[in-house]
């Protein structure tokens, strides 16, 4: 039997109306005075007055910081623990997808250690202290950010992508609320989702799996599976929006426990040099490191993989490879870079593959991976 170490201090709240669970653990937490971050999409909805509005009616006072956008940078971390500092925040409610979730974890870490994000993301100073309070409140079933300790936040003064990360980092609360998702346009929710089923995927076969994590990994595999694409089909579909939550959530916890792998080693520089969604990159990338991946998954695992993806369990590789990019053509995702709206010729691909071996969860990777193999994903991607 494999030893492992399990970890989640946040508290989870599934299933209840968002207001009324925010209202109810800032109760808990003794917290009058409230910072919520979020970015202008959910703003310009609606969702996020919404929210305000009903915790105001709980007699909380609420400050807005909206300016979080899809790629987060330190500059945005900068500037809503400015705001937080102003206003004298007792908590931290964060809304959206893992952009707010990571901004707002970065905030809450700077307010309870102090010193700037760059002196723990480039510095290596110490995380000492528990993070100010934080209720994660996601708005897409994908990133796994409310049940993790780490945020990717860029540093628009280096590219190169690099997470910080601490037990002491873990929301407080994460508020899952299903109908909260039922707003998102069919090519975010596949998007989205295919990163959860990609944090399960990897957290199956990377080199830090364990039988606590297996279990979460492989339903939240098979449930997406089932559920992505009826939720991706029809938004109001409730029952796949609230399997969805549930498996991103599991995925989230299987990857905050197990790591991840070459698929999010090589999403990080492309996702900045391309400037594309995270989840969508993910999508791209699967069939290609599956393949590259598939002599270094024992037979086991590759038989679990075929029932996930509904094949016989002795089929072969090619096989599990070409159902997996079905399913993600399925959804409406790219399988090659040359579908991309995008300019590829101005792109340093030998630099984007450099930068992935220097990505930490490469480590993970059930094969290991030279920066030429790396470049050679990249080119059967096109």
Known sequence: MSSFTYYLPTKI??????????AEQLDALDARRVMLISDPGLAELGMVQELAQTLEDRAKSVHLFTEVSSNPTTDEVAAGLALARETEVGALVALGGGSPIDVSKGVALLLANGGSYADYQWAGKAITERS??????????????????????????????????????FPH????????????????????????????????VGKRANPHTDRLALDALETAWTYLPRATANGDD??????????????????????????????????????????????LLLPYVLRYNLPSISEER???????????????????????????????????????????????????????TRMVLIHNNPREATVADCRGVVEEMF
């Open 13 to 22: 709240v599934f299933g209840q109306a968002a207001g009324e669970a925010v």
């Open 173 to 204: 609360v994460a508020v899952l609320d299903p109908a909260l998702t039922c707003g998102l346009p069919p090519k975010l929710t596949a998007a989205t989702g295919m990163d959860a089923f990609i944090h399960a995927l990897e957290a199956y």
């Open 302 to 356: 590759r038989r679990a993989l075929n029932r996930v993806a509904d094949l016989p369990e002795d089929a072969d590789g090619e096989a599990l490879v070409a159902a997996m990019t079905q399913f993600v053509r399925d959804l409406g995702l790219p399988t090659r870079l040359d579908e991309l709206d995008v300019a590829l010729d101005e792109v340093d691909w030998d630099l984007v593959a450099e930068e992935t």
């Open 132 to 169: 100010w309070p934080l209720i994660a409140v996601p708005t897409t079933a994908g990133t796994g950010s409310e049940v993790s300790k780490v945020a990717v936040v860029a540093d628009p003064d280096n590219p190169f992508k690099k997470g910080v990360l601490s037990p002491l980092m």
């Open 238 to 283: 409730r029952e796949a929006r609230e399997q969805m939550m549930l498996a991103a959530l599991w995925a989230g916890t299987a990857m905050d426990h197990s790591g991840l792998g070459l698929i999010h080693a090589l999403s990080g520089p492309i996702t900045s040099h391309l400037h594309l969604h995270h989840g969508l990159t993910n999508a």
